[in-house]
């Protein structure tokens, strides 16, 4: 029976381990893992109780208390160690002035809450005509650009960062199409936005301009860390 739930133990934090390996996690994230692991700990110790109840021979029972210990406390040292090593993605989201003029912040946000995804930063901005340039500086050939910067920047845009495993590509599924007329259904520029000069909502379009992004709108210090209590049920492979 001992070995039976060494067996079940090890078990228990090999797939801790390798969950933590396959989805990128933050370091909050370890919190999550680590709760999990100090719970099979939990498990353990009442099964050994159990068992020294049962009359376990003394030598077994001892081996099987170390085994109970260490399981848990190794999982924890390697979980400790991949989970620094691994990163969650961060994006730039912001809601255009169109978006928030007419109403829509609460709207928008609910959308990548409901998805799971964590809100880190945001704040309300009227940006200068030169910042949109800079945010917009990929564009600067286009014809539309001057337009463009002067509409980014004659009202408050939110400014946010959100946070989860994927976001940065599923957040532009999120938005949809540049062109809300190509924009599907479902998406918040196909549900919520007519034409393409008044679409919204901006979201970074690949983890380079997500990162140029985020150090352009928001100091390092504006960035909030912390583990959501959501976490444990948005996050685990079974
Ligand atoms: P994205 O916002 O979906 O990433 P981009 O091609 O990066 O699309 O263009 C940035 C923004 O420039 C668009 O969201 C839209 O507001 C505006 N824009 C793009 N194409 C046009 C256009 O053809 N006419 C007017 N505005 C445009
Ligand atoms: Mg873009």
Same mark, same amino acid.
């Given at each position: 029976?001992?070995?039976q739930?060494?067996?079940?133990?090890?078990?228990?934090?090999?797939?801790?381990?390798?969950?933590?390996?396959?989805?990128p996690?933050?370091?909050?994230g370890?919190?999550?893992?680590?709760?999990?692991?100090?719970?099979?700990?939990?498990?353990l110790?009442?099964?050994?109780?159990?068992?020294?109840?049962?009359?376990?021979?003394?030598?077994?029972?001892?081996?099987?208390?170390?085994?109970?210990?260490?399981?848990?406390?190794?999982?924890?040292?390697l979980?400790?160690?991949?989970?620094?090593?691994?990163?969650?993605?961060? +994006?730039?989201?912001?809601?255009?002035?169109? @978006?928030?003029? $007419? /109403?829509?912040? %609460?709207?928008?946000?609910? &959308?990548?809450?409901?998805?799971?995804?964590?809100?880190?930063?945001?704040?309300?901005?009227?940006?200068?005509?030169?910042?949109?340039?800079k945010?917009?500086?990929?564009?600067?050939?286009?014809?539309?650009?001057?337009?463009?910067?002067?509409?980014?920047?004659?009202?408050?845009?939110?400014?946010?960062?959100?946070?989860?495993?994927?976001?940065?590509?599923?957040?532009?599924?999120?938005?949809?199409? +540049?062109?809300?007329?190509?924009?599907?259904? @479902?998406?918040? $520029? /196909?549900?919520? %936005?007519?034409?393409?000069? &008044?679409?919204?909502?901006?979201?970074?379009?690949?983890?380079?301009?997500?990162?140029?992004?985020?150090a352009?709108?928001?100091?390092?210090?504006?960035?909030?860390?912390?583990?959501?209590?959501?976490?444990?049920?948005?996050?685990?492979?079974?």
């Amino acid at each position: 029976m001992a070995s039976q739930l060494i067996r079940s133990g090890s078990k228990a934090a090999r797939a801790l381990l390798s969950a933590s390996r396959n989805s990128p996690l933050l370091s909050e994230g370890k919190g999550v893992a680590v709760a999990a692991l100090a719970n099979a700990g939990r498990k353990l110790s009442t099964a050994a109780s159990f068992y020294e109840k049962s009359g376990g021979n003394n030598t077994s029972q001892s081996k099987w208390f170390s085994a109970a210990l260490a399981i848990p406390a190794a999982g924890y040292m390697l979980m400790d160690k991949e989970a620094h090593a691994a990163e969650m993605e961060r +994006t730039f989201i912001a809601i255009k002035p169109d @978006g928030v003029q $007419r /109403g829509l912040i %609460a709207e928008i946000i609910s &959308r990548f809450e409901r998805k799971g995804y964590k809100l880190v930063a945001i704040k309300l901005v009227v940006p200068s005509k030169e910042f949109a340039q800079k945010h917009y500086h990929d564009l600067k050939e286009r014809p539309f650009f001057s337009g463009l910067c002067d509409f980014l920047s004659s009202g408050p845009v939110l400014a946010m960062v959100w946070e989860g495993e994927g976001v940065i590509k599923y957040g532009r599924k999120l938005i949809g199409a +540049t062109n809300p007329q190509a924009s599907e259904p @479902g998406t918040i $520029r /196909g549900d919520l %936005a007519v034409v393409v000069g &008044r679409n919204i909502i901006h979201g970074s379009d690949g983890p380079e301009t997500a990162k140029d992004e985020i150090a352009l709108w928001f100091k390092p210090d504006e960035l909030v860390s912390y583990t959501s209590n959501a976490e444990k049920w948005i996050y685990g492979v079974n």
